[in-house]
């Protein structure tokens, strides 16, 4: 059904920047909220951030409210994270997820992609 693919992930220094791409394909993607989260080693797998299919209402986490940036492209059917002033702490493997209930209210993850490792060095 629906496919996602991640990339833009890698080694970044404290204070560094780094954008994750995800390109969906199969569907209409823009009808599909679209969310980032991230799994550090031990722990859950937690929200990062999320858009509306309809009217790019965008949510953060409060640990990288500020910080991250979450948009999309229509267009090319792919959503963006772009991550500035990154922390050791963001060290992570993030994923991106699809929710194709039309759902505006929650997000409600039917998909997933494989997961992109971002590592801060300090």
């Known amino acids: 059904q629906v496919q996602l693919v991640e990339s833009g992930g890698g080694l970044v220094q404290a204070g560094g920047s780094l954008r994750l791409s995800c390109a969906a394909s199969?569907?209409?993607?823009?009808?599909?909220?679209m969310g980032w989260f991230r799994q550090a080693p031990g722990k859950e797998r937690e929200f990062v951030a999320r858009?509306?299919?309809?009217?790019?209402?965008?949510y953060y986490a409060a640990a990288v409210k500020g910080r991250f940036t979450i948009s999309r492209d229509n267009a090319k059917n792919t959503v963006y994270l772009q991550m500035i002033s990154l922390k050791p702490e963001d060290t992570a493997v993030y994923y991106c997820?699809?929710?194709?209930?039309?759902?505006?209210?929650?997000?409600?993850?039917?998909?997933w992609g494989q997961g992109t490792q971002v590592t801060v060095s300090s």
């Open positions: 858009i509306t299919w309809s009217g790019d209402i965008r």
């Open positions: 997820a699809a929710d194709t209930t039309l759902s505006t209210v929650v997000f409600n993850a039917r998909y």
């Open positions: 199969g569907g209409t993607f823009s009808r599909y909220g």
